[in-house]
């Protein structure tokens, strides 16, 4: 294939060559036909697929085809389930196969920083350790049925205001760790056929035309081997992203990207050994594409609708059961309440909209269940299209609320509050469901809350309800999947992948998001999310990893294979876990590890591994994890790459974040040693932690004692005295020595040291 596409590109024109590294339209790649060359089609994902046949755009304005809505990423992270992110991702595949379209644009891996994001709902977890892991699964499905993915936005992508031009400014321990992570597992296990840059800048340069970005990290140290689109209407300077590694710009930029590559090959700026190389990536994907393209392709609607329904079950999370209100009986009257109940928001805004085959109904898919054994009432008690508060609305609520046993409000977000191409002003709900929602409580002690929304919100009425389910948006067939849990078909399985703080002003990037316009500033670092809270000891509404369920987990006897390794070998971690509930469900184990005494600062803890369980009542199994050098590294930006300090580890097993249930510790033997270079600026405290630095201050603390300035210290133990002066840097010793430290003594010692 790679010999045949190099005699491809040796019979083409350089126009030709040009011509193909943009876009024709907005969904598809360009066709050379006097050569054989065909186009491919593209569209968006990445929770379902968006087809457009007729107008197109990239923010979901226009019409698409019909196709499966699945659950949205944020749904898809609260499962915790490698394997059912991969069969939606299968799933997406084979619609894509019956559609004809080659790339799904999907999916979308950026770290969530601040809740505020308006589109965090495409976006799986504030932890780079699950977001990585989980789209590797995605990327595999949708791959294993000949369709590529499209990774994005590659990188540092983390708010919609300004998001076409804002400049991500981060140290690079911060990107490594945190916002390149969640990109580096996925792409080398996954190895999606494309990833796509983003809008922003990172650290001064456009993302599609980021040199360290695209070139050195991505294709030199992660090997990537693939194609780098463009998000849309992405590119800055054509050619420079061309250099940069940027191969194929989307969507059609009318022959302005084009003639910008003309006159860079004319200038010398960039060479036709440049272009070559995007052209040969482009036609490696275009002929991938149409080399597994499946003839008379089709899916089952239906059974893609019941996986639907099937995965957002598995991701909607248990926040709340006070008195064990649930699971509800299937009798008495019930107050189903909330314009969601029947017209439900499933799905994100903006270009993850989706066309569904079908849309799954609250009211109804309960009224099934029930089976006309309860009294249902239904009560609007908001509009959609206001966010005002409407009292006749709210008293017909009341009104239903006096007369039932139980109360379900379904309530959370509209999708004016959270889309692509903006961002939310706060982690409120709208005033109407908030009032709702207190004016319930009060007439009924009985109030469960189903919320639908794509990020976290604030709940000033938590302590008011017995029940809360956090749905997310769970896609087309999640109200079916709400009632079967709301009624105990199936136990609540789903585990928060995100923190849902107490308010706005406690989360980690509150005062340097959104920045200025121009720049913003990743000033938290590394602590963002619960890395954050958890270092600092901040109270959440509920953390991260946190999730409940009708039947109870014991978790016992905590084992490692080894209780000292080095840092290039591996240790096995295993646990036990016993369903002790009466009935069968699901439980998330998650391992998260700690540094116990580190030279830079690092988080408490950090998710290092994962494994989802079903038990059945009394059912007991072993988990098994192993680690490796990574789950104990940091990134050391003197050397750059993964360090990992000599010392304690503690490996920890949690129901969350924040409920550690086991413990056990381990020691790391680091291989690499890191020379330290010393100069005039190096201070006492540093050469009283090398070995032959304390052994030079030795013999200059003799020498300096002589000196009257000194002589106080006659007798005085060399640590304790020096430790008044550790922060003195040497070139101080040179001014206060009086002559008996010369900057002669000095430039030798630094020599020494530097041997």
């Given amino acids: 294939m790679n010999q045949n596409i190099k005699e491809i590109i040796s019979q083409m024109t350089l126009e030709e060559k040009i011509s193909l590294c943009s876009g024709e339209g907005f969904w598809h790649t360009k066709a050379v036909e006097r050569l054989g060359v065909e186009k491919i089609m593209v569209s968006d994902g990445p929770h379902g697929l968006r087809k457009q046949k007729g107008k197109a755009d990239n923010l979901g304005i226009y019409n698409s085809v019909n196709a499966t809505c699945f659950p949205t990423a944020s749904c898809l992270a609260s499962t915790w389930d490698t394997e059912a992110v991969g069969e939606i991702g299968k799933a997406i595949g084979e619609e894509c196969q019956a559609e004809g379209v080659s790339v799904i644009l999907g999916p979308g891996v950026n770290i969530k920083r601040t809740p505020l994001c308006g589109r965090n709902f495409e976006y799986f977890s504030e932890d780079p350790y699950l977001a990585s892991h989980l789209a590797a699964s995605y990327i595999k499905g949708v791959q294993s049925q000949g369709v590529g993915t499209s990774i994005k936005h590659f990188a540092v992508n983390n708010q919609e205001y300004r998001r076409m031009a804002i400049d991500a400014v981060a140290d690079e321990r911060t990107l490594r760790e945190i916002y390149l992570a969640a990109f580096e597992y996925a792409i080398k296990e996954g190895k999606p056929w494309t990833i796509m840059a983003a809008y922003n800048r990172v650290n001064g340069d456009y993302c599609t035309q980021n040199h360290w970005l695209l070139t050195k990290v991505l294709r030199e140290e992660w090997g990537y081997e693939g194609l780098v689109v463009s998000d849309w209407g992405a590119v800055d300077e054509r050619a420079k992203a061309l250099k940069a590694g940027l191969d194929l710009e989307m969507p059609s930029s009318n022959g302005f990207g084009e003639n910008q590559i003309r006159r860079a090959l004319q200038n010398g700026e960039i060479t036709e050994e440049d272009l070559d190389k995007a052209v040969e990536r482009v036609l490696e994907l275009v002929f991938k594409g149409l080399e597994n393209k499946k003839k008379n392709a089709t899916y089952d609607k239906e059974k893609h609708h019941e996986l639907a329904k099937k995965v957002a079950r598995e991701g909607i999370v248990l926040l709340k059961n006070q008195d064990n209100i649930l699971p509800l009986k299937k009798e008495g009257t019930i107050a189903i309440i909330g314009e969601f109940a029947k017209n439900p928001r499933f799905e994100g805004g903006g270009s ?104 976290p919100i604030e709940m000033p009425w938590v302590d008011k309800v017995k029940g809360i389910f956090e749905c997310y948006l769970g896609g087309q067939a999640v109200s079916g999947a709400i009632a079967e849990i709301l009624f105990g078909l199936y136990s609540p399985c789903g585990k928060l992948p995100e923190t849902f703080p ?56 905590i084992k490692v294979d080894k209780k000292e390794i080095k840092d290039t070998e591996t240790v096995k971690v295993s646990v036990k876990v016993k369903n002790t509930g009466s009935i069968a469900g699901k439980e998330i184990i998650q391992l998260y590890v700690r540094d116990i005494e580190s030279s830079v600062q690092r988080p408490l803890k950090e998710l290092k591994g994962f494994k989802k369980v079903y038990l059945a ?31 304690d580890f503690e490996i920890m097993i949690g129901k969350s974040s924040k409920d550690i249930v086991l413990s056990e510790t381990i020691k790391v033997i680091s291989t690499t040693p890191i020379k330290k270079v010393f100069d005039r600026n190096s201070t006492i405290a540093e050469l009283m932690d090398d070995p032959k630095g304390k052994e030079i201050l030795n013999i200059m603390w003799e020498n300096m004692k002589k000196n009257a300035i000194f002589s106080a210290f006659q007798g005085v133990d060399m640590g304790i005295a020096l430790t008044f002066m550790k922060e003195m840097p040497l070139r101080g010793l040179v001014m206060f020595g009086a002559g008996h430290f010369t900057e002669e003594m000095m430039n030798e010692m630094i020599n020494k040291l530097n041997e």
């Avoid at 009394?618 to 050397?639: G, M, P, Q």
């Fill in 352 to 455: 993850s909209h989706v066309n569904p085959t079908k849309i799954d109904i609250a009211f109804d898919e309960i009224a099934k269940i029930t089976e006309n054994k309860a009294n249902l009432l239904y009560a609007r008690g908001y509009k959609l299209d206001s966010t005002d508060t409407d009292n006749y609305l709210i008293n017909q609520a009341i009104d239903i609320a006096k007369q039932s046993d139980v109360a379900v409000i379904f309530a959370g977000l509209p999708e004016i509050y959270e889309s692509e191409g903006y961002d939310r002003k706060d982690l409120s709900m709208p005033k109407s469901h908030n009032i709702l929602i207190e004016e319930i409580a009060k007439v009924n002690k009985n109030v469960v809350v189903v919320l639908m929304n794509g990020a």
């Fill in 617 to 647: 009542p009394d059912e007991e199994t072993e988990v098994s994890f192993e680690l490796d050098k990574r789950a104990f590294a940091y990134y050391n930006e003197y050397i750059k790459d993964w360090f990992v300090e000599t010392g």
């Fill in 502 to 557: 107490l308010k706005l002003s406690h989360t980690p990037a509150y005062l340097n998001y959104p920045g200025d316009g121009k720049k913003v500033e990743y000033k938290e670092g590394v602590f963002v999310g619960y890395r954050y809270y958890d270092t600092k000891g901040i109270d959440v509404l509920f953390p991260f990893g946190y999730g409940l369920s009708y039947t109870n987990f014991e978790y016992s006897d």
